[in-house]
């Protein structure tokens, strides 16, 4: 099959960012306007983005779908069209609980609903596609570079988005996240035109079709691919379950103020770029063999973040005279190089066992990273409020819930050294393929 070069990474990355564009306004801007503009409790979008975080346990489905067809393009653009069905339906139930609280919140829950079905099916099939089509010298820059422009996606639809709703409309709203999700469906079309081509491969011959819950079961039996979905799983509770209580920390026990509690969240997202960056650098070409595999890189990610976490434990512990900014930039670091090796290595994973198996194989691992991000929230900030009602004290709290966390990372560091690594390649071998929202 033949591999694409870095033009046409660039355009799945398009792709991603269109998915990202249409899912940040559902995450975020609908977010604000039920608590802030409808004064709605803030469980209720919070159970909300959970939902559409459950609903993604169809991913290996999705996945399984698009193996019997051979081809993923369909799938990409079908789960794009339900996403945005499902955005623009959010954003008219939001505007409609203004006047009708319940028929407002039933479509919400429908909206969302159709917005994890969406991400289910377009995020599976693309990763595959990425997967099956890039040389194995390009997997960690690819992965970076998918993942910097979904970063851009966000922050360009966050912020043309943001200008467009002022002044604030229920009208408004519905109009622009329908502009949104128009401009995304049209980008990601052009980019996507042609570029599985020839590449496609033949949907499996009927004899050689077995139902869903027998491929399903076939990969679960493959010890790699098994410890790989336990992998994601650990890495991303402890990923996101510290993402809710960092900023209430650094208020709490450092005296930060809203303004500089935010510029510590971007200062992590900083360090995650940064730790992107060097993986994408060292697992490139000749590089990749003197600087270390993508396996070395996700254990060393993870054991970082571990040791990251336990200098905010110490910062807990000794307070402002501890050196926060750092110890935060450092656990960025460490998340962003652990996370891009790990969605290199399941690049890699994704095309080995049993043929036809690797949108299964991906939807299983997308599966686990959006249930972990769905709970992790609700894991962490439960974790810290319970640990203030039996210690009383806030810095002893949040240093019981990071060292939780530095726990699970050392588990997850243990589990990815026992993934096997690669057997060696021909030089410009194709060999196919994580969530991540997430986060």
């Not at 289910?120 to 194995?136: F, H, I, Q, W």
Request: with cysteine; hydrophobic share 55%; net charge positive.
């Amino acid at each position: 099959m033949k591999s694409i070069g870095w033009f046409g990474i660039v355009r799945l990355g398009l792709v991603q960012a269109a998915i990202g564009s249409m899912v940040v306004l559902t995450t975020s801007t609908l977010n604000r306007v039920m608590v802030v503009e409808l004064a709605l409790p803030a469980l209720l979008p919070g159970l909300l983005v959970a939902l559409h975080y459950m609903v993604q346990l169809l991913r290996p489905r999705m996945g399984f779908g698009s193996d019997l067809g051979g081809r993923r393009t369909p799938w990409i653009l079908g789960g794009l069209a339900v996403l945005a069905v499902g955005a623009v339906g959010a954003a008219f139930a939001t505007a409609w609980m203004s006047s009708s609280r319940g028929a407002g919140l039933a479509l919400a829950v429908l909206s969302f609903l159709l917005i994890g079905v969406g991400v289910s099916a377009s995020g599976t099939s693309l990763l595959v596609l990425l997967a099956k089509r890039v040389d194995e010298g390009r997997r960690a820059p690819a992965a970076t570079i998918v993942w910097m422009m979904m970063i851009v996606g966000f922050a360009v639809t966050a912020g043309v988005a943001g200008k467009l709703l002022d002044p604030y409309s229920p009208a408004r709203l519905v109009g622009v996240m329908a502009a949104v999700c128009t401009v995304a469906m049209l980008l990601a079309a052009a980019a996507l035109r042609g570029l599985e081509g020839e590449g496609a491969s033949a949907p499996p011959a009927r004899e050689e079709r077995v139902p869903f819950k027998a491929a399903l079961a076939q990969v679960w039996a493959e010890p790699e691919a098994r410890r790989f979905t336990i992998f994601i799983f650990v890495s991303m509770l402890a990923f996101s379950a510290q993402d809710l209580i960092l900023e209430p920390f650094a208020g709490t026990v450092f005296g930060f103020t809203p303004g500089e509690s935010t510029s510590l969240s971007g200062l992590q997202h900083g360090g995650v770029l940064v730790g992107m960056i060097a993986v994408a650098v060292a697992g490139s070409g000749r590089l990749r063999h003197r600087l270390g595999s993508l396996r070395a890189w996700t254990v060393g990610g993870c054991i970082a973040s571990a040791f990251a976490l336990a200098g905010l434990v110490a910062g807990a512990a000794i307070g402002p005279a501890w050196p926060l900014k750092v110890t935060v930039f450092a656990l960025g670091a460490a998340n962003g190089a652990f996370s891009i090796a790990a969605i290199g290595s399941m690049m890699r994973l994704a095309g080995q066992g049993r043929e036809r198996r690797e949108g299964v194989r991906m939807g299983l691992w997308g599966a686990a990273q959006a249930v972990a991000f769905g709970i992790g929230g609700v894991v962490g900030t439960g974790a810290s409020d319970i640990a203030h009602r039996l210690l009383g004290d806030p810095s002893a709290a949040y240093a019981t819930v990071f060292g939780l966390e530095a726990l699970l990372f050392v588990a997850a560091a243990l589990l990815a050294s026992r993934i096997e690594a690669p057997a060696p390649a021909a030089p410009h071998a194709v060999l196919p393929p994580m969530a991540a929202e997430t986060r």
